[in-house]
């Protein structure tokens, strides 16, 4: 008896809880509302068998808990209603499969005037590319990864040329345009989620993946990894601002084509200021993928004065962050790890030059750094 | 009829000493006993490791977990809890014990590869645990290890983690393959004299089919384990392209991440049924058993289990709706994944249906049965919303997902694991269980589980992700959603807790339970009539036992006792039961 009450609990509390709760989709904006159709139609088909079931039980329980004295029927079988209750789950079945194919149609085919943007998963950011002015993006390969080539567009593509590479920025999209996402992956797995887009795909190094969406309202919203890629999974995130189609026009034509920038890299081979040339180094070498220079929190310490201070190892002692200190955690990073944070950096060999600019750059982010 | 007489014959000596009687033993039962207790230490294991991870997620100022530990103790959590636990003490712990009690057999066929595959996978437990051990720790890389992540250096275990993890997994498939020949053989050829295969108990039929498909689907995670094995270690390219991970060029060229997620879910996807079935089937027995009442549709329940099975191999890449695979693969998956939902509604409607005008005993192990409907239903209705790809889509690798497979297949079938463990004790030990202590755990474990797992779909429709460490400063993510966290924390705690209440009482009720006797749930199945209470060497004395009728007929009409044991003959005239109609 106890247990019937309890299910009949059980199932108020859930639909009262379903209806309200704060937790449930973000404000869409995408088109992609006939996803959210979807779920609510599951939630209805659904919940009428949870309810009906669960309920069913509450009272058999009730009528036919034992009391002493009664027996129970002797039925082995009733094939009518057993054909019934197929029949009717198969009825539910479709009724939630038919639509969900169709949507998904929908989801597989994209839009002719959609516009390619590419998004570049590594261990643990983002980085995008927009086709430029022939409205084609140029062939790219991870063997073409190199100083200024973050994302190894093909040099000997024309196509890739005037290709525009955003790398360590928020990703824009024009509203009201459908978009395809192509995707690449420098490393492992990624996947890439707005919540307010619904629709999501992973990043899988050695091919190309896509998906499409079209935004349909401004705003600046948070993209985050859906696939597990390492140590750094969690706090692998950026920015997508959908704005006026004008306005992004305005700012694509502000940014550097890679033609350009591949020629500025060629000319200045390397810099004689060291601080660039470490800066360089640190963002062609993927240390910034880990380590902030703004002081925020990511998988490694950041950088933003770090020299000079006081860092807290695992094992509770203190060392100065100076530069055989830094020097030694580039090289052998496991062997001091600051308090709070994972073992995982790969340990990195530079040449003399090489790591003096990567130590003058750490340097330069700290306050003192005058000083020196 | 598959009735052997030399079975019967067949006298393997009763060992004698303590070491061939508990150690080296042969004997299905201690074999069976090894296997269970085993795999209760090795879940008590990853119990507290998911303990630890929501001490992260619900109180994260703690610190008392960094970033790797984290991933390492998911990855353990998950992958303990699916092969090394639920696979194991199904088909090794209750598959072991109860397949020869209840089709009348001596022992398992090949007595010998029964003791081989236990400490085959005694040594797979080792080497797992071993792996908290070694340098870097065990693997970081989620239980699914998807290549190129689990073997480059960004993720925890990297190194001696990941081949651990991989040389355990080879091992442990070693002994499940072993032991599932003895299942299937078992149940084929040492039938007792009678014992036709539809009048087989619903549990012998669910570890049956379970076995098969343990037998075809794991050798897929065999060869994907060796594959992976060859590229950490010899740089060969099966599932690595040529990548740069943490700055550093990978000796690889040419593979297929996706190649792996295939292999893996051609295992993952039966696994979860190979992991199900049992369940299905131990649940329809204490149903019926307890209901007073013949299981309703034994023949659909059969052929339930058989569509079930069959079609678990046509729906994995379910599993990959945005992994990057072909889109028109969702069409196809998406049909097969929700038409195997019609034979699983089936059994939940027969189970329901079995209640109806029974008598019904709310024993514990009755309790829990019930516990695994309800939750059981939970879990296989959000399944409908996760095959159907495009509800999948902006759920995918949420806490959705999280919430409905800790349900459907953790929450469920470890309902069945207590309520079976409840209701077969006395015939392992001659003692009954403390049904106070039996019924706080299961109020506490049943509704905990609930209250842990059913608020998390919202968080997953929210479109908070799983697999993070943590969550901060995430603008879509409200302060409630963190609150909510630290709730499902305390609840989960909680609940891990109250598991201590069964482990005294497992242990403190075989030593001092109440004396059982033979048969105290008045049950019809084979193993309740042995001529000793626990069954002796050999189960069956001097002569097999014969069977007569199905395993179902409780209150039959015109007969005073409310059950008829499987060996009573039929009435020379007259009506006759229920089985003899179908």
């Not at chain 2, 004790?425 to 299961?442: E, I, S, Y």
Request: with cysteine; charged share 15%.
């Amino acid at each position: 008896m106890v247990l019937a009450v309890i299910l009949i609990l059980i199932v108020v509390g859930s639909l009262v809880f379903h209806f309200l709760n704060p937790w449930t989709l973000t404000e869409l904006a995408s088109q992609w509302g006939s996803m959210d159709t979807m779920l609510h139609v599951s939630f209805l088909i659904t919940g009428v068998v949870f309810v009906a079931v669960t309920l069913f039980m509450a009272v058999a329980i009730i009528r036919y808990r034992h009391r002493g004295g009664q027996r129970a029927r002797f039925q082995p079988d009733n094939r009518r209603l057993e054909w019934w209750l197929i029949g009717a789950t198969t009825v539910g079945i479709v009724a939630l499969l038919a639509p969900g194919l169709v949507v998904y149609s929908d989801f597989t085919r994209v839009p002719p005037n959609a516009m390619e943007i590419e998004v570049f998963g590594e261990q643990w950011r983002y980085s995008y590319r927009y086709p430029g002015a022939d409205g084609v993006l140029g062939y790219a390969d991870i063997r073409h990864i190199g100083a200024g080539n973050p994302l190894g567009l093909d040099p000997d593509d024309d196509a890739a040329l005037d290709d525009v590479v955003i790398h360590g920025g928020d990703l824009r999209l024009p509203v009201d345009r459908p978009v395809r996402m192509v995707m690449r992956s420098k490393d492992v797995l990624h996947g890439f989620f707005v919540p307010q887009f619904r629709a999501k795909m992973d990043m899988v190094p050695g091919m190309v993946t896509h998906f499409w969406f079209t935004p349909t309202r401004t705003g600046r919203f948070e993209v985050l990894c859906t696939q597990h890629c390492g140590t750094g999974h969690y706090n692998m995130r950026g920015h997508v601002e959908v704005m006026e189609q004008r306005e992004f026009d305005a700012w694509l034509r502000e940014q550097e084509t890679f033609g350009r920038s591949l020629a500025a890299t060629a000319n200045g081979e390397r810099p004689d200021d060291p601080v660039e040339l470490g800066r360089r180094l640190a963002d062609g070498e993927g240390c910034m993928a880990c380590h902030s220079v703004d002081g925020s929190r990511r998988v490694g310490p950041t950088w933003l004065n770090l020299y000079g201070s006081e860092v807290t190892l695992t094992d509770g002692s203190t060392v100065s962050a100076d530069e055989s200190y830094l020097r030694r955690s580039i090289e052998d990073p496991r062997a001091q790890v600051t308090a709070g944070y994972s073992p995982v950096m790969p340990a990195y060999s530079f040449d003399e030059d090489e790591m003096d600019a990567l130590l003058a750059y750490i340097r330069s982010l700290s306050e003192d750094a005058g000083e020196e | 009829m598959a009735y052997v007489p030399s079975a019967d014959a067949h006298a393997h000596g009763e060992p004698q000493s303590f070491v061939t009687k508990y150690i080296w033993s042969q004997d299905h039962k201690v074999i069976a006993i090894q296997y269970s207790l085993t795999a209760i230490a090795v879940g008590i294991v990853a119990l507290v490791l998911s303990g630890l991870m929501r001490i992260q997620l619900g109180m994260p100022e703690t610190d008392l977990v960094d970033a790797s530990a984290y991933y390492q103790f998911m990855t353990l959590h998950g992958m303990i809890m699916v092969v090394y636990l639920l696979t194991a003490l199904f088909l090794g712990g209750f598959g072991n014990y109860l397949i020869p009690l209840m089709v009348g057999a001596r022992d398992m066929v090949f007595p010998y590869v029964n003791m081989l595959s236990y400490w085959f996978y005694l040594l797979s437990v080792l080497v797992l645990m071993a792996s908290f051990f070694v340098p870097g720790g065990p693997t970081g890389a989620g239980w699914t290890l998807y290549p190129p992540q689990a073997i480059t250096g960004g993720t925890p275990g990297a190194g001696w983690g990941i081949l651990t993890m991989l040389v355990s997994l080879a091992i442990f498939i070693v002994a499940a393959t072993m032991g599932g020949l003895n299942y299937v053989t078992t149940v084929l050829q040492a039938r007792t004299r009678g014992m036709t295969l539809m009048r087989m108990p619903l549990t012998v039929w669910g570890i049956f089919i379970a076995s098969i498909m343990a037998l075809l689907a794991f050798p897929a995670l065999f060869v994907a384990a060796v594959m992976m094995i060859l590229d950490a270690t010899l740089g060969t390219s099966f599932f690595m392209p040529a990548i740069i991970a943490m700055g550093r060029e990978m000796p690889h060229e040419g593979g297929s991440p996706l190649l792996f997620q295939h292999l893996f879910w051609f295992f993952g996807h039966p696994e979860v049924y190979i992991v199900a079935l049992p369940a299905f089937g131990l649940v329809s027995d204490l149903i019926s058993t307890h209901a007073r009442k013949n299981i309703f549709g034994y023949h659909m329940m059969v052929w339930a289990i058989v569509a079930i099975g069959v079609l678990s191999f046509f729906v994995w890449a379910h599993h990959m709706y945005v992994s990057g695979m072909n889109l028109s693969f969702g069409f196809f998956f998406a049909i097969s994944t929700l038409v195997i939902a019609v034979p699983t509604a089936i059994k939940v409607y027969n189970w329901i249906l079995t209640l109806w005008q029974a008598d019904i005993h709310l024993t514990v192990p009755m309790l829990f049965a019930m516990g695994f409907i309800v939750t059981f239903v939970v879990g296989g209705l959000t399944g409908l919303f996760l095959g159907n790809v495009v509800v999948d889509i902006p759920l995918a690798d949420t806490y959705f997902v999280v919430a409905h497979f800790h349900m459907v297949m953790g929450v469920a079938p470890i309902l069945v694991v207590f309520g079976a463990l409840y209701h077969w004790f006395p015939k392992v030990t001659g003692r009954m269980m403390n049904d106070t202590l039996g019924q706080l755990h299961f109020w506490i474990t049943f509704l905990g589980t609930y209250i842990i797992f059913f608020p998390m779909h919202y968080l997953g429709i929210m479109g908070m992700p799983r697999r993070y460490y943590a969550y901060e400063d995430y603008e879509f993510i409200p302060q409630s959603a963190h609150d909510l966290n630290t709730f499902i924390t305390y609840a989960a705690l909680v609940v891990g807790a109250a598991q201590v209440l069964f482990l005294f009482n497992l242990f403190w009720s075989a030593l001092h339970g109440r004396p059982s006797g033979g048969n105290p749930w008045r049950a019809t199945s084979l193993e309740w009539q042995t001529p000793d209470t626990p069954p002796k060497h050999g189960n069956w004395g001097e002569k097999l036992p014969e069977v007569h009728r199905w395993a179902y007929d409780y209150n039959v009409p015109g007969v005073e006792q409310d059950f008829i044991p499987q060996t009573e003959p039929q009435p020379e005239s007259g009506h006759s039961a229920g089985e003899e109609r179908t």
